[in-house]
């Protein structure tokens, strides 16, 4: 079955790490994706220029590069990522994380019988050893349970997700947010009657070293952001009032609160 890894990549990211999510995608799979669409969003440094440019030489055709001359977040670029890709069949990839061997094999597998839009997984949190895991990011398996858990959260690990070209464009693409863009998509799909799917097992392993827990969408306005987010699904009629104020209460706690606290609260959560 064809497919398309989509991935985006800014000037913050490490070279390094990107050949590794480079070399899991396409080295280390089983089955290989026949086209890779990575947008890159605004100037990049030469380390990271250097490294594209080196897979582009290794896969030519296969790795298409979509240039933004100015950064634009990550919600844009996706959107403009998702219209270039040419198959059907879709798989996210962030440029700094590492996806498991088997993750393609069973993802394309799935969508065989044409009964999901979209698919995803567990992903397992390593600090400096991806072969370390040190937390699992669990998400539920069935479309009812993850309808009810896209009340509370994102239901989807976005870095593993699998979904179809037409669905994602059915209900309106990626949004231009600098953050929870994914979240925003995943309601916007169940609303939009789209099947979901969560694998129960991790098939990709994500980095939460060097403070980056702790500093995750934390500040005040990464909590008016999000508050933002939940007011739109508010307005969607996915949320009621009652789910519309306590998310952005304990969201805009979470954001606020002090980065060493905010890392205990994102482990806590993993565990509920």
């Known amino acids: 079955m064809s497919f398309t890894v989509l991935m985006s990549i800014y000037k913050s990211e490490n070279s390094q790490h990107f050949d590794r999510a480079m070399r899991s995608i396409w080295d280390d799979q089983r089955v290989k994706p026949s086209e890779i669409v ?8 030469d ?14 055709d296969t790795f298409v590069v979509v240039v933004l001359e100015e950064n634009q977040g990550v919600g844009a670029a996706k959107h403009i990522g998702i219209e270039v890709c040419s198959n059907e069949l879709i798989a996210v990839m962030d440029t700094d994380d590492v996806s498991l061997p ?13 009964k999901i839009d979209v698919c995803g997984a567990w992903v397992g949190e390593f600090e400096d050893d991806e072969n370390e895991i040190v937390s699992n990011r669990k998400t539920p398996e069935q479309h009812e349970d993850i309808v009810a858990f896209a009340k509370y959260r994102s239901p989807v690990n976005h870095p593993t997700a699998m979904y179809k070209k037409s669905a994602v464009l059915s209900a309106g693409n ?3 947010y600098r953050t929870s863009e994914d979240y925003n998509l995943f309601v916007k799909l169940i609303l939009d009657g789209a099947k979901f799917y969560n694998l129960q097992e991790p098939l990709v392993n994500m980095r939460v070293g060097n403070g980056q827990l702790s500093m995750r969408r934390g500040g005040l306005s990464n909590a008016i952001l999000e508050a933002g987010v939940q007011k739109e699904f508010y307005k969607f009629g996915f949320l009621n009032f009652f789910e519309f104020f306590r998310n952005v209460s304990i969201g805009f706690t979470l954001r606020i609160l002090p980065n060493k606290l905010r890392a205990m609260a994102y482990i806590f959560i993993r565990k509920l």
């Open 38 to 45: 990575l947008v890159q969003d605004g100037p990049l440094p």
């Open 47 to 60: 380390a990271l220029l250097q490294e594209i440019d080196n897979w582009k030489k290794k896969l030519c």
């Open 102 to 114: 088997d993750r393609f094999e069973k993802q394309t597998a799935l969508f065989s019988d044409g």
């Open 174 to 176: 990626y949004t231009n």
